[in-house]
């Protein structure tokens, strides 16, 4: 068995390779990315933002020990960002540079027709492998041991786009004229993440397996909090998953994210707290609310919850 069949030989086995990356994930997670891995299909990755889609597919680079390629999908890409394009310039820099050479070519044929054939003859010379720089999604198949690539925000891309990915994610190969069809050497392992600002196409969803990553549980987050605060009272762990999880339920702006949850128990721990309390929370709130009405609304419920937080952990 290779290294990466070890490493994926159960779902537990899984779980505690995230773990050892610093992702801390939940068997469902782990099944999917599990499944995903033998069966070499894509992993479609949505929920709200700030769960750690994204983190997934880096820490699925990091547990597999290959290189990340990302392609950050925005409105109006196309082929030459995602892809590949002509070195222009080098053809450019090249032509010039073998000038004197194509006129000796020319000026051996009498005849402008034989003279024009002729120089066909030489042009795939500047449309070959050498001139052509590979985008992620090339350079993703073109990996001699494979890769993980992230198809960051699919949703942000047109429509057209994401057909263009069928062929990528059906069968792991493009079609590039001037040389032919391109097939992945080794398959990376892809994960297409979505906010869902539109909805993605039948084509495309039948093509991956969806995981769909809402914010965790209680229990969860604070071995979360665990991993990334260590040396947490467990009093104050307790109390600011809870205080979180009740704001999260208002109807907000922007919820916070783990990442956010994280950054509040590193404040108050720099502030040394060893729980929650009103004046405290009430200082800090910017740390994991972004907008003003959004800290206004907390701020406005302060007391309540606060002092729930703090009761059910009593």
Known sequence: MTDRGRAFSAV???????????????????????????????????????????????KAAAFLNVPLIR?????????SKALYEWKYGKQLLYTQLLRDKLDQIVRREDDLGESIRTLHRYEDIFFSPQFLEARPLLRALQQ???????????????????AFLLEILSDFQVSIPEI????????????????????????????????????PDPDLERQIVRHHVPGIPERLEKQL?????????????????ISETIDWARALILLHAEGLDRDLTRKTLNT???????????????FLL???????TA
């Open 288 to 302: 994991f609310l972004k907008f003003e009405e959004d800290i206004r609304a907390v701020d406005e419920k302060i």
């Open 180 to 215: 032919g069809t391109v097939r992945s050497r080794t398959k990376p392992f892809v994960f297409l993440t979505s906010n869902s600002t539109r909805e993605l196409s039948e084509a495309l969803k039948r093509r991956c397996l969806h995981l769909f990553i809402p914010f």
């Open 306 to 312: 606060v002092d729930k937080a703090i009761r059910e």
């Open 144 to 162: 001699e041991e494979g890769a993980v690539l992230l198809i960051d925000e699919v949703d942000k891309a047109d429509e057209e786009f994401e």
């Open 12 to 58: 537990e086995t899984v779980r505690e390779g995230f773990r050892q990356t610093g992702y801390i994930c939940n068997t469902e997670i782990a099944t999917i990315v599990y499944l995903a891995f033998h069966l070499e299909k894509p992993v479609l990755v949505e929920g709200p933002a700030g769960v750690g889609k994204t983190e997934l597919a880096k």
């Open 241 to 257: 998953v809870l205080f979180i999880h009740e704001v999260r339920r208002m109807e907000l702006k922007k919820a916070p994210s």
């Open 71 to 79: 392609l950050q999908c925005y409105e109006g890409l196309d082929e």
